[in-house]
């Protein structure tokens, strides 16, 4: 059973446009989330997380919006630059059942100059 | 650089062998975590540590252990190993056991033959 979903394996945008990777989330005890960049052969880099008490979290490029009642959460790239090319993975995380996290099953971003 | 460094890079093995996995967490940070991506499962966690002691177990089979160590590195023992073994091993670490974000290794890839 997939707690955590991304549903397109892959995405492609071009540069300086707005890159917008999806994820749900099926356990309502999840309450912390966040993204990770991922390139092969290395290990996920923090990128940016939320807590389920905001609705968004900002942090430069990287727009993170959370939407507790569809079980939804969203990053926003703008403007999307070449360098995002990468495999992005969603997480989560229950407080109250430890810190492990949960990953999607990742998207693959791929920006065009 | 996340802070988080695991060795070796690379390890290959022979099905029946055993081996152990490093990692030493960032400065500071007590929760060291031990995560595996295969092809077939993507990321799962594994087991928590926190200050010496399990704080959590994932999907970890019998025949994998860990420990921390009091100066908070960590070793994963994998014994008895199948081909399907094969995969990236990730550490990774955060301050506290609980709500945190976690800093990821740059991973151990196993292959066994």
């Known amino acids: 059973d997939q707690q955590v979903k991304q549903n397109s394996p892959s995405l492609s945008v071009q540069e300086g446009r707005i890159s917008i990777l999806n994820c749900d989330y099926t356990?309502?005890?999840?309450?912390?989330f966040l993204w990770y960049k991922k390139y092969p052969a290395e290990g996920p880099t923090f990128l940016i997380s939320i807590s389920s008490i905001k609705d968004k979290n900002e942090d430069g490029r990287f727009t993170v919006f959370l939407n507790k009642s569809a079980k939804h959460l969203s990053l926003h790239i703008v403007p999307s630059q070449p360098g995002d090319s990468a495999v992005y993975f969603c997480a989560a995380s229950a407080t109250n059942a430890g810190n492990m996290l949960t990953f999607g099953g990742g998207t693959r971003l791929m920006v065009k100059p | 650089d996340s802070g988080v460094t695991q060795t070796p890079k690379h390890l290959i093995t022979a099905t029946g062998q055993r081996v152990t996995l490093r990692c030493s967490p960032r400065s500071g940070d007590l929760s060291v975590y031990w995560y595996q991506q295969s092809l077939d499962q993507g990321l799962q966690f594994l087991i928590q540590y926190y200050n010496g002691e399990e704080r959590a177990k994932g999907n970890i089979l019998e025949r994998f252990s860990a420990q921390q160590f009091p100066d908070l590195h960590s070793e994963l023992n994998l014994s008895s190993l199948e081909l399907g073994d094969s995969a990236l091993y990730f550490c990774a670490s955060s301050t506290r056991p609980r709500g945190e974000t976690q800093y990821f290794g740059p991973g151990t890839r196993l292959l066994v033959l």
């Open positions: 356990n309502s005890m999840f309450d912390y």
